[in-house]
């Protein structure tokens, strides 16, 4: 008698959700309880996670393209050399997932300059358009949302402050995708802990340093907490740094104060995401769709205060700009495991067209990092490639790895930097040009031109060193 054998289900493609803040240090994850609760303890954390251009648009591109920018061709926030206008939106990820019946809803900030020619514009391969219009994105409170092509204005009151209003309409919009039959991709990107500019100045906002605003709830929540300062802070010695960072003089009292009181401000800043991120994670676990939903938390870029003098910012190539938080939670994802490989921002697209199935428009020079997640043992041979532009150096640009051991960076202008992360964390002895490290630093030169203008595959050159 012949028997007869059931078709397996067809397994299920998860939803992703991808929660993104802007300018936030992978350190500061410590003061967030909830996203340490419920995604740290829940999920993976990549404690090496750097983005491969340390810049609000350039980031934001990579993500969305799977692709570094010198393939994706947005090099800066503004036209010409970048801004929303320079990314060919009709072949990004959102236009891949909804070519596979992918619900794809973004909310919140979008790439830099968005809706300055057309407010009402919705970008290609969006199925859900909630995106904060510029230059209004920056406004903690007065800002305006496109929602779907309709523009809503939302006043300057202590109700509306933004990011709470975001993490409302991210709840409603998860209600909404899970009663329909098709997964979803949402990218919830939030302003915090990003500096406002455009809007009101609070009292004990510091002179010459540009801060956010925090919620009611939150301010001086963190007023008693100390900055953090390793050897690179106000950096005595700078002599061996590259021009941009040679014109920074010695941080004055004043400048001191102000960027604590910076960063405490960010630190509260973040709060109310951290709050939001518990009213997302509630709402999938009420409508059942937690544990289908791959959900990851990061960051376009770190942030300076006061490393090798630089009082604010990002742009240049060192661990304060280049390091992000990566927390990885979802169907298959360890619990509680934190791994210390290299990884980038660069990973993320193709980690989410993985595990959805997708097949990505462009070459990915990137990888997925669900094998690494499922078998932490793997350890990816190749480097990290940092790509960027000096904008206080007159826009010098560079390009160098991030090894495991060693950064190399080289300079349009000739000028060179190597560290030893090993024995020198905070990257305050340059060794290039030093004759004793020049086996290394040859070393380091050729797995650059490797990877300088690498394109998928060959940007996965493999690293003969650590």
Same mark, same amino acid.
């Given at each position: 008698?012949?028997?007869?054998?059931?078709?397996?289900?067809?397994?299920?493609?998860?939803?992703?959700?991808?929660?993104?803040?802007?300018?936030?240090?992978?350190?500061?994850?410590?003061?967030?309880?909830?996203?340490?609760?419920?995604?740290?303890?829940?999920?993976?954390?990549?404690?090496?996670?750097?983005?491969?251009?340390?810049?609000?648009?350039?980031?934001?591109?990579?993500?969305?393209?799977?692709?570094?920018?010198?393939?994706?061709?947005?090099?800066?926030?503004?036209?010409?050399?970048?801004?929303?206008?320079?990314?060919?939106?009709?072949?990004?990820?959102?236009?891949?997932?909804?070519?596979?019946?992918?619900?794809?809803?973004?909310?919140?900030?979008?790439?830099?300059?968005?809706?300055?020619?057309?407010?009402?514009?919705?970008?290609?391969?969006?199925?859900?358009?909630?995106?904060?219009?510029?230059?209004?994105?920056?406004?903690?409170?007065?800002?305006?949302?496109?929602?779907?092509?309709?523009?809503?204005?939302?006043?300057?009151?202590?109700?509306?402050?933004?990011?709470?209003?975001?993490?409302?309409?991210?709840?409603?919009?998860?209600?909404?995708?899970?009663?329909?039959?098709?997964?979803?991709?949402?990218?919830?990107?939030?302003?915090?802990?990003?500096?406002?500019?455009?809007?009101?100045?609070?009292?004990?906002?510091?002179?010459?340093?540009?801060?956010?605003?925090?919620?009611?709830?939150?301010?001086?929540?963190?007023?008693?907490?100390?900055?953090?300062?390793?050897?690179?802070?106000?950096?005595?010695?700078?002599?061996?740094?590259?021009?941009?960072?040679?014109?920074?003089?010695?941080?004055?009292?004043?400048? @001191?104060? +102000?960027?604590?009181?910076?960063?405490?401000?960010? &630190?509260?800043?973040?709060? %109310? /995401?951290?709050? !939001?991120?518990? $009213?997302?994670?509630?709402?999938?676990?009420?409508?059942?769709?937690?544990?289908?939903?791959?959900?990851?938390?990061?960051?376009?870029?770190?942030?300076?205060?006061?490393?090798?003098?630089?009082?604010?910012?990002?742009?240049?190539?060192?661990?304060?700009?280049?390091?992000?938080?990566?927390?990885?939670?979802?169907?298959?994802?360890?619990?509680?495991?934190?791994?210390?490989?290299?990884?980038?921002?660069?990973?993320?697209?193709?980690?989410?067209?993985?595990?959805?199935?997708?097949?990505?428009?462009?070459?990915?020079?990137?990888?997925?990092?669900?094998?690494?997640? @499922?078998? +932490?043992?793997?350890?990816?041979?190749?480097?990290? &490639?940092?790509?960027?532009? %000096? /904008?206080?150096? !007159?826009?010098? $640009?560079?390009?160098?790895?991030?090894?495991?051991?060693?950064?190399?960076?080289?300079?349009?202008?000739?000028?060179?930097?190597?560290?030893?992360?090993?024995?020198?964390?905070?990257?305050?002895?340059?060794?290039?040009?030093?004759?004793?490290?020049?086996?290394?630093?040859?070393?380091?030169?050729?797995?650059?031109?490797?990877?300088?203008?690498?394109?998928?595959?060959?940007?996965?050159?493999?690293?003969?060193?650590?």
């Amino acid at each position: 008698m012949a028997c007869s054998v059931a078709a397996a289900a067809p397994q299920r493609r998860p939803n992703v959700l991808v929660i993104e803040t802007d300018d936030q240090t992978a350190a500061s994850l410590r003061t967030m309880p909830n996203v340490n609760r419920l995604l740290v303890d829940a999920g993976t954390t990549f404690d090496n996670a750097f983005a491969s251009y340390a810049l609000c648009c350039p980031s934001r591109a990579t993500f969305l393209t799977g692709q570094y920018a010198h393939n994706h061709g947005v090099f800066a926030n503004v036209a010409p050399r970048g801004g929303y206008y320079k990314l060919r939106g009709e072949n990004t990820l959102p236009v891949w997932l909804r070519n596979v019946s992918y619900q794809t809803i973004h909310l919140g900030k979008y790439l830099n300059e968005y809706g300055r020619e057309d407010p009402t514009e919705v970008p290609p391969g969006w199925t859900g358009w909630h995106g904060l219009v510029d230059p209004s994105t920056y406004h903690y409170y007065g800002f305006t949302f496109n929602d779907n092509g309709r523009l809503r204005n939302f006043v300057p009151a202590t109700a509306y402050y933004q990011t709470d209003v975001m993490t409302d309409k991210a709840v409603r919009l998860i209600g909404r995708a899970s009663d329909r039959k098709r997964p979803f991709f949402m990218w919830a990107a939030y302003l915090a802990p990003h500096y406002q500019f455009g809007g009101p100045s609070e009292p004990d906002d510091p002179e010459g340093i540009p801060t956010p605003e925090p919620s009611p709830l939150d301010r001086d929540s963190f007023a008693s907490e100390p900055l953090p300062m390793d050897e690179s802070f106000d950096e005595a010695d700078i002599a061996d740094k590259p021009a941009p960072i040679q014109d920074f003089p010695p941080l004055t009292e004043e400048q @001191r104060a +102000g960027i604590q009181e910076n960063y405490q401000q960010e &630190l509260e800043s973040l709060q %109310a /995401v951290d709050r !939001g991120v518990a $009213r997302l994670i509630e709402a999938l676990r009420a409508k059942r769709e937690l544990r289908d939903t791959l959900i990851l938390y990061t960051a376009d870029n770190g942030y300076f205060h006061g490393e090798h003098r630089i009082p604010y910012g990002k742009t240049l190539p060192y661990e304060p700009a280049l390091r992000i938080p990566l927390v990885v939670r979802g169907p298959g994802v360890p619990r509680g495991v934190r791994l210390p490989q290299l990884v980038s921002n660069v990973d993320m697209a193709p980690t989410i067209l993985d595990a959805t199935g997708t097949s990505p428009g462009l070459p990915q020079d990137g990888v997925s990092l669900l094998p690494l997640i @499922r078998d +932490g043992r793997r350890l990816p041979a190749r480097d990290i &490639l940092i790509e960027g532009r %000096a /904008v206080h150096g !007159g826009g010098l $640009r560079f390009a160098g790895i991030r090894g495991r051991r060693w950064t190399y960076t080289e300079y349009s202008n000739g000028e060179r930097e190597l560290y030893d992360l090993q024995t020198d964390p905070a990257q305050t002895v340059n060794h290039a040009f030093d004759p004793s490290f020049s086996a290394v630093e040859n070393d380091l030169t050729r797995r650059l031109a490797a990877v300088q203008w690498c394109r998928g595959k060959g940007c996965r050159a493999p690293a003969a060193r650590p």
